[in-house]
């Protein structure tokens, strides 16, 4: 695939804004929303999210400049590109919110979950959850006769395929951290 | 040299730095140590209330007719709860409030403490900011910020949750030169482009309209005056928003009226028809566009707004601006007149040709009567006999709110005070006492259907106590007047609870209060009563008993474009199915 061959529909690889402005399809968009860290303010994006009937696919929150008392939250949502647009919009006149970007849109990124995977069984469908893991490259990070607990980090569609595939051989529980991203690049 | 102080002191102190002469509130228990403070000063005047829902409608009020923010106090629990409706109600409308709520002690947050409420969580998606104050050194600060917050960009409620122990506890007095101010800046200078493709779709314009809304009297003075020059240098027909009425005077030749559900048919037709529409300081609010895909479906748009998030939120545009009013008017003007102030002459004369035509209908006409009151009748006879006086006018909400908007005249800005947005029943008489305390001269008349009246009618007690002469104009029609008309019309005529039943005696209620009673029933008496209201020193219950069932036209259901509008009550237009919200 050339560098030219841009899919319709996607603004990723593409410095223009590709969208077609009435589009009514539904589009996944991952949000970095750079915010004071103060009481209240995780709960303020929420708010805004659950009052104005957004979708949150994913949701991570951590402090990341100690000294400036920033945080970055990074939210995954679906909506048409007007509702992304809103979004956008409506978060970044919030009064702690100090920057908002739209990845997706920004240019290619990279996005990482991490999940904790704890699969239960016995003999063949042991062997066979380590062998997959190793393909996946998942840790095992606790372990005991009847199960492992594996670790791995990856896109969000990694995590779902190496989920799919420990359902049959015991899986048990599963813990994920929700995506967090950067933009590819300087 | 930072001055050591308490809590309590703190916030008397930053109220006056900020310019506060007035603060509407109710005592409590959590709020003492301020009300202490407030007893041992003469600075800041303070309002005492009967229910804090008025605090904040007063506080209102008070914002709306003088472009300052509005101050309410309240304790924490019930008086935090209380105040959540004129909140919501100033984050509808933009109206910039600081709200100052106790709390209980820090210690206690989180025990379920008596009078205690998640006064923050409760208010957060009613309020444009708040905050829990938990450390004293952190109080001026916070009240500065607040004022700040509340006052630049798009205007709107902030809150500050004060626990007792905070108001007790000392520290230093931040000043408010000194105060962190927060990275909160809104943009308020439009983009010269994007001006200067709108400055393009003027000079072409063969049938252009300006379509104002609030945002020109919240933009300040400057904003409408500098409206006023567009509109009489481009001979431009301007209509408004119900929140916008004022910013360009009613007796100006180009005014077309008010638009929207209830707004004049040549107002809407003229939205409808136009090529080339320009949205200041308006939210193409659904009571405004009618169905979205039938909204003015032939003309460019061009959107000025300081909020970013009401461009392209409803309605696409073509040219958007983000940008204070005033500052994006000056540069409009600056840039035509340029470029030689130019329009399309030939067809603007066959544009307003067309209007004209439009307001030949006729629309707000009515059946008059010489023995039953129309409520329309007594707008015109009260437009009439207060014309050219020092005129506020608030209301409540439902027909009578629209009809004020129709018969009434406003020819300035921050003249006008109504619930838009949220359409806040009981609104009108705390918002009317608030215009009053600012404005101790004026005639202040707030316009009230009985039902609403009702909501908040405790308040009459504080218009005594401060010596506030409101006028209290109630169109009593013995019915939610509204609710009864949309039953009559879209629900069979099923009029469901939409009674003002065991009504008190209006005239005897105000004895009760110690204030003036007037009731009128006959429209030969109308005149004199009116002047009776206006002439006396004090506050008056006027109650106007209307005909009980006439209904307020124009109206485009709602779910119908601007160009099906109701002229009558002819229902036939209604089976088609629409649906109203």
């Known amino acids: 695939m050339s560098a030219l061959n841009i899919k319709k529909g996607s603004t990723s690889h593409s410095a223009y804004d590709l969208r077609s402005a009435l589009s009514e399809i539904e589009e996944s968009h991952t949000l970095a929303v750079i915010v004071e860290n103060e009481p209240g303010v995780l709960a303020r994006v929420i708010g805004l999210f659950s009052g104005r009937g957004y979708n949150i696919d994913s949701l991570t929150v951590a402090e990341v400049d100690h000294t400036g008392h920033r945080s970055r939250i990074t939210i995954v949502t679906r909506g048409t590109p007007a509702v992304i647009d809103q979004i956008e919009k409506q978060l970044s006149r919030m009064v702690p919110v100090h920057a908002v970007h739209d990845l997706t849109a920004e240019g290619p990124s990279v996005q990482r979950e991490l999940a904790l995977v704890k699969v239960q069984g016995k003999g063949d469908h042991r062997i066979e959850a380590l062998r997959l893991a190793e393909i996946f490259r998942a840790n095992v990070v606790d372990s005991t006769l009847e199960s492992f607990v594996f670790e791995m980090t990856g896109t969000p569609e990694k995590i779902d395929a190496f989920a799919e595939l420990m359902r049959p051989l015991g899986l048990v529980e599963i813990a994920r951290t929700g995506v967090a991203a950067l933009a590819r690049g300087v | 040299m930072s001055k050591q102080m308490t809590g309590a002191k703190m916030v008397v102190q930053a109220l006056k730095d900020q310019g506060v002469e007035v603060v509407f509130g109710y005592p409590g228990g959590a709020v003492l140590p301020i009300y202490d403070e407030l007893f041992l000063q003469n600075d800041i005047r303070h309002i005492l209330v009967r229910h804090e829902q008025g605090a904040v409608h007063m506080a209102e009020g008070y914002a709306r007719s003088t472009g300052k923010p509005g101050v309410a106090l309240v304790t924490s629990g019930p008086g935090a709860t209380n105040a959540v409706t004129g909140l919501t109600d100033a984050l509808m409308d933009s109206i910039p409030i600081v709200v100052l709520t ?99 779709l003027m000079e072409t314009a063969e049938r252009p309209i300006f379509y104002t809304g609030g945002g020109v009297i919240n933009s300040g003075p400057r904003a409408s005056q500098l409206l006023r020059e567009l509109v009489a240098e481009t001979n431009f027909p301007i209509t408004s928003t119900l929140m916008g009425l004022g910013s360009y005077p009613a007796s100006g030749k180009n005014w077309v009226g008010m638009l929207g559900m209830h707004g004049l048919y040549e107002a809407n037709l003229a939205m409808h028809g136009c090529d080339v529409m320009i949205n200041i300081g308006a939210r193409f609010d659904d009571r405004i566009t009618g169905r979205i895909k039938d909204f003015s479906p032939k003309s460019k748009k061009a959107h000025i707004d300081i909020d970013p998030s009401s461009i392209n939120k409803v309605i696409r545009v073509d040219v958007p601006i983000v940008g204070d009013v005033t500052r994006v008017l000056e540069e409009v003007l600056r840039q035509w007149r340029a470029r030689g102030s130019r329009t399309d002459q030939r067809g603007l004369a066959s544009w307003w040709k067309q209007i004209d035509e439009w307001r030949a209908v006729k629309c707000l006409s009515y059946k008059n009567s010489t023995t039953t009151i129309k409520p329309q009748y007594a707008l015109e006879r009260l437009e009439a006999l207060t014309k050219g006086m020092d005129r506020y006018i608030t209301t409540e909400v439902g027909q009578h709110q629209m009809w004020a908007a129709q018969f009434l005249g406003f020819e300035d800005p921050n003249r006008w005070m109504t619930s838009g947005g949220l359409g806040t029943m009981g609104y009108g008489l705390p918002a009317s006492i608030g215009v009053q305390i600012a404005h101790p001269d004026a005639l202040v008349i707030n316009v009230a259907g009985e039902a609403s009246w009702l909501m908040n009618m405790q308040e009459m007690g504080t218009a005594m106590q401060f010596r506030a002469p409101v006028k209290q104009f109630i169109l009593n029609n013995e019915r939610l007047g509204m609710v009864r008309q949309w039953q009559e019309l879209l629900h069979g005529e099923r009029y469901s609870s939409s009674w003002s039943e065991s009504l008190p005696d209006f005239v005897k209620l105000a004895e009760a209060f110690g204030c003036k009673g007037i009731k009128c029933e006959d429209p030969k008496d109308l005149d004199d009563a ?11 219950i006027f109650d106007c008993l209307v005909e009980k069932h006439e209904n307020c036209f124009p109206m485009i259901p709602s779910g119908k474009p601007h160009n099906e509008m109701l002229l009558s009550a002819d229902a036939a237009a209604f089976r088609s199915g629409a649906v109203l919200v």
């Open chain 2, 530 to 540: 009116i002047m009776e209201m206006i002439r006396y020193d004090g506050p008056v």
């Open chain 2, 102 to 200: 106790g709390q209980v002690p820090t210690f206690m947050i989180g025990t379920d403490g008596f009078q205690e409420a998640d006064t923050v969580g409760i208010t957060r998606p009613c309020t444009k900011m708040n905050w829990l104050v938990k450390d004293t050194a952190k109080l001026s600060d916070t009240i500065h910020q607040a004022f700040h917050v509340a006052t630049h960009g798009r205007p709107g409620p902030v809150l500050i949750d004060i626990p007792k122990d905070v108001q007790f506890a000392t520290a230093d007095y931040t000043p408010a030169e000194k105060a962190r101010v927060s990275h909160y800046q809104p943009r308020t200078e439009g983009d010269a482009d994007q001006i200067a493709r709108l400055v393009e």
